[in-house]
């Protein structure tokens, strides 16, 4: 089994602040995706990167796959209460869409 | 993307019972997935929806407790069978359209409680 470690497991910021999420595995993935979910929701896809140093911007939502295509990090700036949630990565173990999911970092953002 | 809609939403159901839920697309897809989410935790893989064919599960997960239908490309269940507390949990269908896209989208959740 190939384990994605997230960190930190919470986190609870000011709005306007800046915050990092981290992924992490000793196994290479073919690519990476980023979920957001929302109490009451099934995850919803924010981004998904396939290509070792890439970067994706997506607003004030930067994401950066690792050079070896073993970790990855998602960095938001002037975090806004709209982005609390759950995050979640999860690496792709084949081409056919089979995951493995990271435990999650639950992100609060008080106004 | 893709309309994905679960059934039941929620349901509170007794112990040895079992619950059967329906997952529906609004469009033809090639892979079919189930989620469980227990509270607090992230999602691990039940098993793959195959049309026409078994589903392949993951290890942990037995058919004769997690039968799974795929009768077309639009439609899927999951029943979870002789329910006792331990099967409280959130249960997620996901699909992924095109091979290699690695794009999976997810229901928005049956949150099933056993009493």
């Known amino acids: 089994t190939q384990l994605l470690e997230q960190s930190p497991q919470f986190l609870s910021i000011q709005e306007g602040e800046n915050l990092t999420v981290y992924c992490n595995s000793s196994?290479?993935?073919?690519?990476l995706q980023w979920y957001r979910q929302e109490p009451g929701e099934g995850p919803v896809l924010l981004v998904t990167?396939?290509?070792?140093?890439e970067v994706k911007k997506l607003k004030r939502l930067t994401f950066q796959f690792g050079d070896a295509r073993k970790d990855s990090s998602l960095h938001i700036t002037a975090a806004q209460p709209g982005d609390t949630g759950l995050y979640l990565c999860?690496?792709?173990?084949?081409?056919?869409?089979?995951?493995?999911f990271g435990a999650g970092t639950q992100v609060v953002v008080t106004p | 993307s893709a309309v994905i809609s679960q059934k039941p939403s929620r349901d509170i159901c007794q112990r040895g019972t079992s619950l059967t839920i329906q997952c529906q697309v609004d469009?033809?897809?090639?892979?079919m997935f189930w989620y469980r989410q227990q509270p607090g935790q992230s999602l691990t893989l039940i098993a793959t929806?195959?049309?026409?064919?078994?589903?392949?599960?993951e290890s942990g997960f037995v058919i004769d407790k997690f039968p799974i239908s795929r009768p077309n490309l639009t439609f899927s269940t999951l029943t979870v069978s002789n329910m006792s507390p331990e099967d409280s949990s959130i249960y997620l269908c996901?699909?992924?359209?095109?091979?290699?896209?690695?794009?999976?989208?997810f229901g928005a959740g049956t949150r099933l409680s056993v009493l």
């Open positions: 469009s033809q897809v090639t892979m």
């Open positions: 929806a195959n049309q026409g064919s078994e589903a392949t599960y």
């Open positions: 996901s699909v992924e359209f095109t091979s290699g896209k690695n794009i999976q989208y």
């Open positions: 196994s290479v993935f073919s690519s």
């Open positions: 999860a690496g792709g173990v084949d081409s056919w869409g089979k995951f493995q």
């Open positions: 990167v396939v290509t070792g140093g």
